[in-house]
């Protein structure tokens, strides 16, 4: 007799019915009348549930007609007189954001962000140029930075060698290379 230790593995389908699925496969059973008959049985057995359907439902009426006759009750009618103006509140919409081309100084010091307000991104030279212009350098190290700026390519490398740099702005390399 021989004994052996091995291992399966098997795949089966099943369908497991959850509460939910059986209780909402027995209401798609139900006809109208039933369907009608069965809520009115949980709202008397739930005394959490509300009766807001099914108020004035008789038999003759269809449930479309229900459904019409409330949405009527729930909108207003639109006239086309008017373009809604005089539902929008303009005097605190022109206070926040000013009028068109103004500028944005509040006395609160609440300002809309400036991300709202750019319309071109930024590119890496404009963003090396602003912050060179934050730096503290004298004259010739702006002019030299500004050179190396101006001097590199769409990857952000320098194009010509630091020697090139220093013939064009005609001072000493090693300014160039600090």
């Given at each position: ?11 089966t ?32 057995k ?7 359907t ?10 479309q ?9 729930k909108?207003k ?24 081309g103004?500028?944005?100084s ?5 300002n ?13 030279a ?15 190290e ?37």
């Open positions: 007799m021989k004994f052996e230790l091995r291992q399966e593995l098997k795949l389908q099943q369908l497991i019915m959850t509460p939910q699925l059986q209780q909402s496969i027995k209401l798609l059973q139900l006809s109208r009348i039933e369907l009608v008959n069965a809520i009115n049985q949980e709202l008397e739930n005394p959490l549930l509300e009766d807001e099914f108020d004035d439902v008789s038999e003759g009426e269809s449930m007609e229900i459904d019409v006759a409330k949405t009527s009750a909108t009618e639109v006239t086309g007189e008017g373009d809604g103006r005089e539902d929008f509140d303009w005097d605190s919409f022109i206070e926040y954001f000013g009028p068109v103004a500028t944005y509040r006395e609160d010091g609440e809309p962000s400036l991300e709202n307000m750019l319309t071109k991104g930024v590119s890496l404009d963003h090396l140029l602003w912050q060179l212009n934050l730096s503290r350098f004298t004259e010739i702006k002019r030299i930075g500004e050179q190396i700026i101006g001097n590199l390519d769409s990857n952000g490398y320098l194009v010509p060698d630091t020697d090139e740099i220093a013939s064009m702005e005609k001072i000493e390399l090693q300014q160039v290379e600090k």
